[in-house]
């Protein structure tokens, strides 16, 4: 039994609260204390994921041009990035521990992604 059950159609569900909440909890959790950038990498991070996800070729998407693998392949690169950002950008303290914990949050829904059959 495969422990893959993220399906399209729950992913695009959990889209847009994403993007809303990379967008607030900057301001909410009081992002930026380390480095300035600790706080804009999210709010444009959650700009782009909702731009993102209104353009993929999903049931909620709204101009759907964007293949859905793409839409992963994007979520994917930003878990990575997310991750990695303390370290390169030199965020510390709740900056670090926040984009250390969305980045990975990210990657296990990429990683727990249930491809689609065609049946």
């Known amino acids: 039994m495969s422990m893959r059950f993220i399906t399209k159609d729950i992913h695009a569900y959990l889209d847009y609260p ?22 804009w990498l999210s709010v444009v991070t959650g700009i782009a994921a909702l731009v993102l996800t209104l353009l993929t070729d999903h049931h909620l998407g709204v101009v759907r041009v964007l293949p859905y693998k793409l839409h992963l392949a994007v979520d994917g690169a930003v ?22 914990v969305i980045g990975a949050t990210v990657l296990a829904v990429v990683g727990l992604h249930k491809e689609e059959t065609n049946a």
Not at 20 to 25: T, V
Not at 79 to 100: K, Q
Request: proline letters at 7%; aromatic letters at 16%; a negative charge.
């Open 79 to 100: 878990g990575v990035v997310f991750v990695i950002a303390p370290f390169v950008l030199g965020f510390s303290g709740l900056d670090a521990l926040y984009y250390w």
């Open 18 to 39: 994403v993007a809303a909440g990379l967008i607030a909890m900057p301001l909410l959790l009081g992002l930026g204390q380390s480095a300035p950038l600790a706080f």
